[in-house]
Nanobody, 118 residues
């Protein structure tokens, strides 16, 4: 499974960005998709996730501002980020848990940089 993330960039505080992550490959079934982020000098943390039943989870710091969604037909994950703050600045990574047959494997995208200026 290959993951291609896009949509990062530079935005002013209060602005919005939409991240996308497309999964490609053959004969896989996605169980879970999520966004993580890593700011300089900090550990990677979960931002938001969505499972195959469309149940979602969010970090407390982004609740009410970010929305995670997916398009199963396109195997694509989205993250709509509104009311961005400078502390949201980080490299954002998509994460996918997929089944190849009966074996579950976790995959990471290459990361996309989000920079929020004050």
């Amino acid at each position: 499974v290959q993951l291609q993330a896009s949509g990062g960039g530079l935005v002013q505080a209060g602005g919005s960005l939409r991240l996308s992550c497309a999964a490609s490959g053959s004969r896989f079934s996605i169980n879970y998709m999520g966004w993580y982020r890593q700011a300089p000098g900090k550990q990677r943390e979960l931002v938001a996730g969505i499972n195959s039943g469309d149940s979602t989870t969010y970090a407390d710091s982004v609740k009410g501002r970010f929305t995670v969604s997916r398009d199963p037909a396109k195997n694509t994950l989205y993250l709509q980020m509104n009311s961005l703050k400078p502390e949201d600045t980080a490299v954002y990574y998509c994460n996918v848990e997929a089944f190849l047959g009966s074996i579950a494997t976790t995959y990471w995208g290459q990361g996309t940089l989000v920079t929020v200026s004050s």
